[in-house]
């Protein structure tokens, strides 16, 4: 009737018990084997922001056993990825780095990077700003096409009916089937819609070497060691950033490869990208005032200081 009282019994029981915890921590410790802690890096796939990364990876000038790159269709998957701390740093644009500090997310951006690539394309029938006053125009929310293209409409007193999309793919559908007769998008993405539609502004003749895309980190997933790497990645992209302003011809031939670009198309898409590494002042000045945008549209419900949004690496 008290067999389960059994010392012996009990003693077999722990045992095996023992045993069982001893085999599944080998299966854990062998399953974790040569695993290495690396820095996730998100990128928009798409885009042309992340391009100096990627030809780095390409030529072997970083250290890719210390860094894993993952790729996203949007800047908003990007945004979400960064604060569930699914990925440790991103290139996306500024304004979702503002947007989600000034939410109290642990997002910081450690340096500018992707310079000039946006602008406003249009249908045939739009000659003149003043043409998109009462107009559609296809924009993704509080990202940096839309505050830019806010910003230059209040400067020109454009009246327009905003349409927002999740994807470029998206807005780029629309203004294909004469859904908007405008959308704002960047390239590489500007380059394949030339043929068909044309570019009525660029960003960069308002605003010459502004920033867009910035590289980004969640400080909760920035420790000792991935803060290591990441000083000693952006010191190695010092080169690619270099070759591909310049406009290195094996840089362009990766370029046109990775995008499906022409050579000329290549050519014409860095005459409206720059790259840089830094946080320089002209470039915060920029970002402050694109934040007043920000600010008035309701995508943010403070100014940051800098350093609420900036940090400096040493």
Same mark, same amino acid.
């Given at each position: 009737?008290?067999?389960?009282?059994?010392?012996?019994?009990?003693?077999?029981?722990?045992?095996?018990?023992?045993?069982?915890?001893?085999?599944?921590?080998?299966?854990? $410790?062998?399953?974790?084997?040569?695993?290495?802690?690396?820095?996730?890096?998100?990128?928009?796939?798409?885009?042309?922001?992340?391009? @100096?990364?990627?030809?780095? *990876?390409?030529?072997?000038?970083?250290? =890719?056993?210390?860094?894993?790159?993952?790729?996203?269709? $949007?800047?908003?998957?990007?945004?979400?990825?960064?604060?569930?701390?699914?990925?440790?740093?991103?290139?996306?644009?500024?304004?979702?780095?503002?947007?989600?500090? $000034?939410?109290?997310?642990?997002?910081?951006?450690?340096?500018?990077?992707?310079?000039?690539?946006? $602008?406003?394309?249009?249908? /045939?029938?739009?000659? #003149?700003?003043?043409?998109?006053?009462?107009? #559609?125009?296809?924009?993704?929310?509080?990202s940096t096409l839309d505050v830019f293209f806010i910003e230059w409409a209040q400067r020109n007193n454009i009246k327009f009916e905003p349409v927002y999309f999740r994807t470029p793919n998206e807005m780029i559908a629309a203004l294909q089937s004469g859904s908007v007769p405008a959308i704002v998008?960047?390239? @590489? +993405?500007?380059?394949?819609? &030339?043929?068909?539609?044309?570019?009525?502004?660029?960003?960069?003749?308002?605003? @010459?070497?502004?920033?867009?895309?910035?590289?980004? &980190?969640? =400080?909760?997933?920035?420790?000792? #060691?991935?803060?290591? !790497?990441? !000083?000693?990645?952006?010191?190695?992209?010092?080169? @690619? *950033?270099? /070759?591909?302003?310049?406009? %290195?011809?094996?840089?362009?031939?990766?370029?046109?490869? =990775?995008?499906?670009?022409?050579?000329?198309?290549?050519?014409?898409?860095?005459?409206?990208? !720059?790259?840089?590494?830094?946080?320089?002042?002209?470039?915060? %000045?920029?970002?402050?005032?694109?934040?007043?945008?920000? +600010?008035?549209?309701?995508?943010?419900?403070?100014?940051?200081? %800098?350093?609420?949004?900036?940090?400096?690496?040493?």
């Amino acid at each position: 009737m008290y067999s389960d009282l059994n010392p012996r019994r009990w003693e077999c029981r722990i045992r095996r018990l023992i045993c069982l915890l001893c085999l599944l921590s080998m299966v854990f $410790a062998l399953s974790c084997k040569g695993r290495k802690e690396v820095l996730r890096i998100g990128i928009i796939s798409p885009s042309v922001n992340h391009f @100096p990364l990627s030809y780095a *990876v390409h030529k072997g000038m970083i250290d =890719t056993d210390a860094i894993e790159i993952i790729g996203f269709s $949007a800047g908003w998957e990007l945004q979400e990825a960064i604060i569930a701390g699914k990925i440790d740093s991103a290139i996306m644009p500024f304004t979702y780095a503002w947007n989600t500090a $000034a939410k109290g997310y642990p997002i910081r951006i450690v340096s500018f990077f992707e310079r000039e690539t946006d $602008a406003i394309v249009v249908a /045939d029938n739009i000659a #003149k700003p003043e043409d998109l006053n009462g107009a #559609k125009v296809g924009l993704i929310k509080a990202s940096t096409l839309d505050v830019f293209f806010i910003e230059w409409a209040q400067r020109n007193n454009i009246k327009f009916e905003p349409v927002y999309f999740r994807t470029p793919n998206e807005m780029i559908a629309a203004l294909q089937s004469g859904s908007v007769p405008a959308i704002v998008c960047y390239e @590489p +993405l500007i380059r394949k819609l &030339v043929d068909k539609f044309q570019v009525l502004h660029w960003f960069g003749d308002d605003y @010459p070497h502004h920033p867009c895309c910035d590289l980004v &980190v969640n =400080t909760d997933r920035l420790d000792k #060691k991935r803060k290591a !790497v990441l !000083v000693k990645l952006l010191a190695a992209l010092q080169k @690619p *950033v270099e /070759d591909v302003n310049l406009g %290195d011809p094996e840089a362009l031939a990766y370029m046109g490869k =990775t995008y499906g670009l022409s050579h000329e198309q290549c050519v014409n898409t860095l005459s409206h990208t !720059v790259f840089t590494i830094g946080l320089g002042w002209q470039g915060r %000045d920029f970002e402050r005032r694109m934040a007043e945008i920000s +600010l008035q549209q309701g995508y943010i419900d403070r100014m940051l200081r %800098d350093d609420d949004i900036y940090l400096i690496l040493e």
